[in-house]
């Protein structure tokens, strides 16, 4: 049984400069740093960052929670990211956005007023 959203993963193969960047996105350092992997811990959930692989905005698409997703668009952007997609209303009041992080690597972002936090397992 699939129990939830529990890691995504990024290339890095420019390792100290992704983890430099997800540092000021995140907005705190890493919890787990090794030469083979970088992992962040967000709101219950996992951000990792790996050398060995390819970036690409292709492929898994996964949505990172924001509360204002204007002003978190604008920050990724102000902090190096490329525009991917604007932010979109697509129904019920959620919207999303995504960007290309400086890496090549697709991040995305959602408002979701509906999501509700006490169901993380």
């Known amino acids: 049984m699939i129990l939830?959203?529990?890691?995504?993963?990024?290339p890095a193969p420019d390792l100290a400069a992704a983890k430099r960047w997800y540092s000021q996105v995140?907005?705190?350092a890493p919890y787990f740093d090794e030469p083979?992997?970088?992992?962040?811990a967000v709101g219950g959930f996992e951000l990792?960052?790996?050398p060995s692989a390819t970036p690409a905005?292709?492929?898994?698409?996964?949505?990172?929670?924001?509360?204002?997703?204007?002003?978190?668009?604008?920050?990724?952007?102000?902090?190096g990211a490329s525009a991917l997609e604007p932010v979109a209303e697509v129904g019920g009041g959620i919207k999303v956005a995504a960007v290309q992080d400086p890496f090549g690597n697709r991040f995305g972002i959602i408002e979701?007023?509906?999501?509700?936090?006490?169901?993380?397992?």
């Open 36 to 40: 083979f992997y970088v992992g962040f």
């Open 26 to 28: 995140l907005g705190q």
């Open 48 to 50: 990792g960052l790996l």
């Open 4 to 10: 939830g959203l529990r890691t995504a993963i990024y």
């Open 112 to 121: 979701n007023p509906h999501f509700d936090a006490s169901t993380v397992r």
């Open 57 to 79: 905005t292709a492929g898994p698409q996964p949505l990172w929670g924001v509360t204002d997703i204007e002003t978190a668009y604008a920050r990724l952007l102000e902090l």
